[in-house]
């Protein structure tokens, strides 16, 4: 679903590299893990995969279901199925929730030939995801993201991914901020979205979350590049001996 | 809080007369005669020995000015100034231009001593300054000495009096001078284009970076005397120059001008900073006396990525009109202005710059921290503009007034205008007055009222007085305690 | 002409002196009104048409602004529009005149021209000082318009709507406004034009709060692409009295609109809202001054304007805290998105501050959209200029939704996007 080949990438305003000839594939169905410590160009792989134009793509390319995607706009690739759960929700005062929410999921049917939902039909879809992660309707009702707690972002999130159906769901440090229980439902309504002709890329800096959402492979991404693949154990093994092993291996 | 109603009470009791430099200097001197006319002008360009150019410039600058108003659009009020009832020159008797400091009277040297400024560069070797600094010394109208120039023509760096300039570098002079500050600029610049008497040049070439601190200190001591100093910095590309000014004025009951013109032309890459110590005599607590401070000061970063910033902190004068600019012509350049003005007694401040964007991606930033005690007024007034064709033009202003006691006044009064769709401008303003929360945590954790509030003060003026050379960072903050000795111990 | 000084007069000063001159035989009045018309006529002759050497009108310069007037006659008839929002009573001024039979109940309302007529207007015939120039002149000509006297203790539930509507010509009207102590209610100031040929509007509202009372009052200006507007409302706010007022500008040419109050009674809140939707060519000023007289008071004033095509902007803000005035707190800020690189707007947030212990503060942005906003948008399937859309409305909706009214809310947002339609 995702191939990644010899990616290069840098911050458009100042010409840091950050991505530096990176490799990854993920397959439909597959629930990928990409750990690594700061600074490893975690979230700026998240940014460069849905179209963030802070970022140059300087060398490589991003296959989507086998499709080149790096020309086309943010909102063009999530019409196609990518969507970003931000590790920072953008609060936008003045843009209820419940519009939000409904442009966003009829301007993505529209791009996809398909018909818009009916008020009815969209009140209904709202009201049964939202129950489903304990997010109360007089949320709904605030500005999109304006005065919700940590985890409450962090849920409204999730949220929006059950609503939009994506094919391709990256998670950028969905566990940062979240208590225990808020944890277990966001991981909750992830693991529900799981099926054979999803992908999920779960970026994380912990092992934590990855006991709640297991993952099918683990990537170690250090200095721009994957220097390790493996499978959950490896998870366990990095947060029991750290990064520094695998660094000094990979170097 | 009933702590700070004692404070303010203390204040108003206590004399804000604390000025420590208000001694005069004996020492005789020549002057031309009172009033302005063609002839003192003439009077003034022959005593420099001034080519015929520079006359005429004078001149021309003279007429306009004669056509021209005072301006009244500041929050400043003053009796009328008679221009006629002034002296234009005055110099200690028998001064040849500046000299060598052997040559110099030692009455005068006396008197830089007694204002903590050494002019024996082996004094200032052996001294307990850490760093060097250059310095030259205006004295009324003239320079009476400057120095490390030969250290600094070593290095390739013009540092003298303007008069000098003028006669031994006509050329680079010609070229810059009047080019940021036109003579028809305004009513002061104009009437100092046609009677400056001295002031500071400095020429650093390209890609040198000047070896150390240059500084000009202004005194004046006559009395009825006009003191109208004219400054033209220049950096070539990728030079840089940190240029200090300080000015002092004896005690006297009537009132004294300082009219200046200040140009800074950086060209690409380079850097100018720019600080300023201003403690004219503000007068005494009746408001009686001060020196009237009438001052243009702009800079031109006139190449790609050049960069010019102005430190102030202004605690004396009775009336400061004051506006250090930037015009950010080149792309890519930074304008910079960081601001202390406080206001004691019967001063009154009206201060501010303008940041005129003009390039692409040129960016500025104004911090502006004014504090008003006593029956003072503090003014802030800026201007940020983008032009059309300023794309990404940057600005963040931060203006906040403290005010101490309720017989003084504190006006914010920015200019905000963008014409580019791209233009990024931020402007926040505070007026309040200190605390009570924190001076209530100060007090409690033991420390006395007085050093509280000059702590809170401190805090409070803190972003400003970082970008002072540390040499002055110091003596800026003994400075603000001393202007406010009275209102916050 | 009674040429007082020897400054040459524009031809839209001229035309404004002829104007008066024919005007004059026709207007309500009697011998103290006529007497207050001539001196701010007179005072207009020596003054002129502001330039940008006054402060006041610093960016507004109306001697290169204002070039010619319409003539003073309608050029077709105007009737009264629907109002608002459903429900309210409507008071029209109907090319400069009031027409029909007017009541409300509860309410006492007098036509402006009897109060003119009887004298008791004439005091209120006033500059506000030498640079108040839409005084001097509304002063001079005006015509139309309602006095009402809101009873104390009166709970008015349905919204008053006081609207001009013309049709081209000069319109100068004037609403005077008192609410009796602790009464409560909704004005909306409507001015709109029915769109053919130019108009030249002059409005004055004279608002007093007693003690206590509690109201809302909407600007909303709407008027047509070649219209000058200039209104003004002189705000007095009596003890623990509240005002909201929400001002509206989504039309004209030519438009400024000044907002100047007094906050004289101790507890008294003041709350000013601006919506600025510029588009084309129009010039629209938005000037504002505010004067904390008395201790605990608090004003708060939020302005927003978005600037589209070849629009020029202005905001000028002044707050004013007087010696005494101690514990005001008055915050202001104003934020413009500027989207055009054709269009420019210019901001001046004065303080003037004599009192120690204050908490004043205001603030000025110039921004575009912002990006990390915008990115959110897109990354949700959002097409870029829907995106960009839904950020410019919620900009401004956003000070709207804070009225907590529901019907005059929704008729609020319905004015913005169809004005956003338009012309984003």
Same mark, same amino acid.
């Given at each position: ?60 390319? /991003? +296959?989507?279901?086998?499709? %080149?995607? !790096?020309?086309? $706009?943010?909102?063009?690739?999530? @019409?196609? &199925? ?87 769901? /990256? +998670?950028?440090?969905?566990? %940062?901020? !979240?208590?225990? $229980?808020?944890?277990?439902?966001? @991981?909750? &309504? ?62 | ?260 013109v200040v140009e800074l032309i950086a060209l690409d890459d380079a850097e100018i900073k720019y600080s300023t110590v201003q403690n004219w005599y503000p007068g005494d607590k009746e408001g009686k006396g001060g020196v009237y ?197 | ?424």
């Amino acid at each position: 679903m995702l191939e990644i080949k010899n990616l290069h990438a840098r911050i458009a305003e100042d010409g840091t590299e950050i991505i530096r000839g990176l490799n990854l594939t993920v397959k439909a169905g597959e629930v990928a893990a990409i750990m690594g410590p700061n600074g490893s160009g975690k979230s700026t792989l998240s940014y460069i995969l849905s179209g963030r134009e802070d970022y140059e793509v300087t060398e490589g390319e /991003i +296959l989507y279901n086998g499709e %080149s995607i !790096l020309e086309l $706009d943010p909102s063009e690739r999530a @019409a196609k &199925g990518i969507f970003l759960a931000f590790q920072y929700p953008v609060e936008i005062p003045g843009v209820a929730t419940m519009q939000f929410l409904k442009v966003a999921m009829n301007e993505q049917r529209k791009a996809r030939g398909e018909d818009e939902l009916t008020t009815p039909e969209f009140m209904r879809r709202v009201k049964e995801a939202a129950a489903e992660l304990k997010i109360e309707q007089s949320m709904l009702r605030r500005p999109l993201n304006v005065g919700f707690s940590g985890g409450e972002k962090k849920r409204a999130e999730i949220l929006q991914m059950s609503l939009l159906e994506p094919k391709l769901c /990256i +998670l950028d440090e969905t566990d %940062s901020g !979240l208590d225990i $229980d808020a944890l277990k439902i966001v @991981a909750d &309504g992830v693991n529900a979205l799981r099926s054979p002709d999803r992908a999920i890329v779960v970026i994380t800096h912990y092992q934590r979350l990855l006991d709640y959402i297991v993952p099918d492979a683990v990537h170690v991404l250090y200095k721009g590049q994957v220097i390790k693949s493996g499978d959950k154990t490896l998870a366990h093994d990095l947060e029991a001996n750290g990064y520094a092993d695998i660094i000094g291996d990979a170097a | 809080m009933p702590a700070v109603q004692e404070t303010i009470d203390q204040v108003r009791q206590i004399d804000v007369d604390q000025y420590k430099y208000g001694f005069e200097t004996n020492i005789e001197m020549e002057k031309a005669p009172k009033g302005l006319s063609e002839d003192i002008i003439r009077f003034i360009s022959d005593k420099k020995n001034e080519p015929e150019w520079m006359l005429e410039w004078r001149l021309d600058a003279y007429r306009r000015w004669l056509t021209m108003e005072e301006p009244g659009w500041a929050r400043v009020d003053y009796p009328k100034i008679d221009f006629n009832d002034l002296y234009y020159y005055a110099a200690p008797k028998n001064h040849v231009g500046p000299q060598s400091i052997d040559d110099v009277d030692p009455e005068l040297l006396r008197t830089y001593e007694k204002l903590g400024i050494p002019l024996r560069e082996q004094e200032i070797l052996a001294g307990v300054q850490t760093s060097k600094i250059a310095v030259d010394a205006v004295f009324d109208s003239v320079s009476v000495v400057t120095t490390f120039k030969e250290e600094l023509k070593k290095a390739g760096v013009i540092f003298m009096s303007i008069s000098e300039a003028i006669r031994e570098y006509p050329d680079l002079v010609k070229k810059y001078l009047g080019t940021v500050v036109p003579t028809t600029d305004n009513y002061y610049a104009t009437l100092n284009s046609a009677v400056f008497t001295d002031g500071s040049f400095v020429y650093v070439p390209k890609g040198v970076r000047c070896p150390m601190e240059l500084s000009t200190y202004f005194r004046i001591n006559e009395k009825g005397t006009g003191q109208f100093e004219r400054t033209l910095i220049i950096a070539e590309d990728s030079a840089y120059v940190s240029y200090l000014e300080g000015c002092t004025a004896p005690q006297r009951d009537e009132n004294q001008l300082h009219a200046a013109v200040v140009e800074l032309i950086a060209l690409d890459d380079a850097e100018i900073k720019y600080s300023t110590v201003q403690n004219w005599y503000p007068g005494d607590k009746e408001g009686k006396g001060g020196v009237y401070n009438f001052v243009t000061k702009r800079g031109d970063c006139r190449g790609r990525n050049s960069k010019i910033s102005w430190t102030q902190v202004e605690t004396g004068s009775a009336i400061t009109w004051k506006y250090p600019s930037c015009i950010l012509r080149g792309d890519g350049s930074q304008g910079e202005f960081y601001s202390i003005a406080v206001s004691n007694g019967h001063q009154q401040i009206d201060s501010g710059t303008k940041m005129i964007h003009l390039g692409k991606n040129t960016s500025s930033r104004i911090i502006s921290k004014g504090i008003s005690a006593g029956f003072s007024s503090n003014t802030y007034r800026g201007q940020v503009s983008a032009h059309r064709k300023a794309e990404n033009a940057r600005n963040f202003t931060q203006c906040d007034s403290l005010l101490i006691g309720d017989k003084c006044g504190a006006h914010t009064v920015p200019y905000i205008e963008a014409k580019n769709a791209t233009a990024h401008f931020e402007h926040e303003a505070t007026t309040s007055k200190i605390s009570e929360d924190q001076l209530f945590y100060c007090l409690q954790r033991g420390i006395p009222e007085e050093a509280a509030i000059a702590l809170i003060v401190n805090g409070f003026v803190k972003e400003v007085i970082q970008e002072l050379p540390m040499e002055f960072a110091v003596e800026a903050q003994k400075l603000i305690g001393i202007s406010l000795e009275g209102s916050v111990g | 002409m009674n040429m007082q000084t020897g400054m040459k007069l524009s031809v839209a000063e001229m035309a404004l002196c002829e104007a008066y001159d024919h005007a004059v035989g026709e207007l309500p009045g009697d011998a103290a009104v006529l007497t207050a018309r001539d001196g701010l006529i007179s005072e207009f002759k020596a003054g002129g048409l502001p330039t940008r050497r006054i402060e006041d009108w610093h960016y507004t310069d109306l001697k290169a602004l204002l070039r010619t007037l319409p003539d003073r006659a309608p050029v077709a008839s105007a009737a009264r529009v629907e109002p608002l929002v459903e429900g309210s009573t409507v008071l029209s001024v109907e090319n400069g005149l009031v027409a029909g039979d007017f009541s409300l109940p509860g309410v006492e309302v007098r036509a402006l021209a009897e109060t003119l007529a009887d004298g008791s207007a004439a005091a209120g015939l006033s500059a506000r000082n030498r640079d108040d120039l839409i005084g001097k002149i509304n002063g001079a000509f005006v015509r139309g318009g309602f006095a009402l006297d809101v009873p104390a203790g009166a709970a008015l539930e349905k919204p008053i709507e006081l609207q001009t509507v013309q049709n081209g010509g000069q319109t100068h009207a004037r609403f005077p406004v008192a609410f009796g102590a602790g009464s409560t209610a909704t004005v909306i100031e409507r001015h709109l034009a029915l769109g053919e040929g130019a108009a030249f509007v002059t409005t004055l509202s004279d608002v007093t709060l007693d003690d206590n009372a509690d109201v809302t009052w909407i600007i909303l200006q709407a008027q047509g692409v070649t219209d000058t507007h200039f209104g003004q409302v002189r705000i007095r706010l009596g003890a623990g009295s509240k005002l909201r007022l929400y001002v509206v500008n989504a039309g004209g040419k030519l438009v400024r609109q000044e907002v100047h109050v007094e906050v004289a009674g101790e507890e008294a809140d003041f709350i000013l809202r601006g919506i600025n939707l510029l588009g084309g060519d129009t010039h629209n000023d938005l000037t504002f001054t505010a004067a904390h007289n008395v201790p605990h008071t608090t004003s708060s004033e939020i302005i927003r304007n978005v600037v589209f095509d070849r629009a020029h902007g202005v905001f000028q803000g002044q707050i004013c805290v007087a010696q005494d005035a101690q514990k005001t707190d008055a915050k202001m800020s104003c934020n413009t998105l500027l989207l055009s690189d054709d269009a420019d707007f210019s901001a001046k947030p004065e303080l003037e501050i004599f009192a120690d212990d204050v908490q004043c503060g205001h603030g000025a942005t110039v921004i575009d959209i912002d990006h990390t906003q915008l990115f959110y948008l897109m990354a949700r399937g959002i097409p870029e200029n829907r995106a960009r859309a839904m950020l410019v409305n919620a900009f401004v909706a956003e000070i709207v939704e804070e009225l907590e009214d529901e019907p005059l809310v929704e008729a609020l947002e319905a004015v913005i996007d169809r004005w956003l339609e338009k012309h984003a």
